[in-house]
């Protein structure tokens, strides 16, 4: 399966397994088992959204807004639980206002879920990190 390194975001094929001890990246020898979420911006959001056979989850967001802030840290706690399952991502709505345009992002957060390149699920409004898990699940 494809992943995308989450250091130097080039694009890794690795084999399909159940859990992972270790998988390092091909071009930087960073783990691709390191799950903090990656900064997309207009210029790598395709190549990452594209390139990943693991469901991409993206967290539209802007640093005035108050319940980003509160989702923030149970966002990256939930991608701690999905090492090569899923990737996380964020997007700065404020820096990178024309993906906000370019998905019709009304309000934030917004997430949206993405699989094979393609929009399979968006929600509106901050999670906890239970809600996220199941959410992820539901597309593994």
Known sequence: MRV????????????????YKKANCGKCKNSLLDTHPIELTNSNFDEV????D??????????WCGPCKMMA?????????FPLKALFVKVNTENEQHLGARF??????????FKDGKELH?????LSEEQLN???????
């Open 4 to 19: 995308v390194c989450p250091h130097c975001l080039s694009v890794n094929n690795i084999p399909q397994k159940e859990s």
């Open 49 to 52: 959204v594209v390139n990943s």
């Open 54 to 63: 693991i469901p991409v989850i993206v967290d539209f967001w802007a640093p």
């Open 73 to 81: 840290p149970n966002f990256t706690k939930a991608a701690t639980n």
């Open 104 to 113: 019709g992002i009304r309000s934030i957060p917004t997430l949206i879920l």
């Open 122 to 126: 968006r929600q509106s409004g901050a």
């Open 134 to 140: 199941l959410l992820v699940k539901q597309f593994l």
